[in-house]
């Protein structure tokens, strides 16, 4: 842990006089362990990470609230750092916005019935030979036929290169639909 002395040695060091940087400055000092640099770790306070449900969707939004809060306060607080305050505030806002879409997607389809939609079984949307092959759907014609289906994992794979396709994946090609629809028509 980093002393107050240290602390400020660095931010003279650092030649900081705004209050909003020494406060971001000290937050990151004690909020990271990791080598990231000051500004990537800026850029991706923002981000958020793929595959988070709903329940850690709903915490990260209460945090993003409670974080827009603190910046009206810190606006009245401090008049004289309000363009800066006003910009971050912007930011969450921004990352706020984000959160409810991706929450409004887990409302109306929810995790459960992605699952559930990738469980139907493939065979019974293609007609595989006894080997267990068909036709690609992906490329052209061929004489051979290249996609294989693999009835453990309930996936298709493309020995031609096109890659392993799920249920949804094959029922959007077959029908020529987007993802919601292909979802709410498996589950």
């Known amino acids: 842990m980093y002393t107050n002395t240290i602390l400020e040695e660095g931010i003279t060091y650092l030649n900081i006089t705004d209050r909003c940087e020494l406060f971001f400055l000290i937050d990151y000092v004690f909020s990271t362990r990791s080598q990231i640099s000051l500004e990537e770790n800026y850029k991706n306070r923002f981000k958020l990470k793929q595959g988070l449900d709903k329940k850690e969707l709903t915490l990260i939004l209460k945090e993003t609230q409670i974080k827009i809060h603190d910046l009206l306060q810190e606006a009245r607080d401090y008049p004289d750092n309000k363009e800066f305050i006003e910009l971050n505030k912007e930011e969450w806002i921004n990352k706020k916005i984000k959160i409810k879409k ?3 997607m887990h409302s109306e389809f929810g995790t459960l019935n992605i699952t559930k939609a990738k469980e139907y079984p493939i065979n019974q949307l293609l007609d595989f030979n006894t080997a267990g092959f068909v036709g690609c759907l992906w490329h052209g014609p061929e ?10 994992r309930n996936k298709a794979h493309c020995f031609a290169g096109c890659g392993d396709f799920d249920s949804i994946d094959i029922y959007q090609k077959l029908h020529n639909v987007d993802f919601n629809t292909a979802l709410k028509a498996l589950s």
């Open 143 to 152: 004489k051979t036929p290249s996609l294989h289906f693999d009835k453990k």
């Open 102 to 104: 991706i929450l409004a």
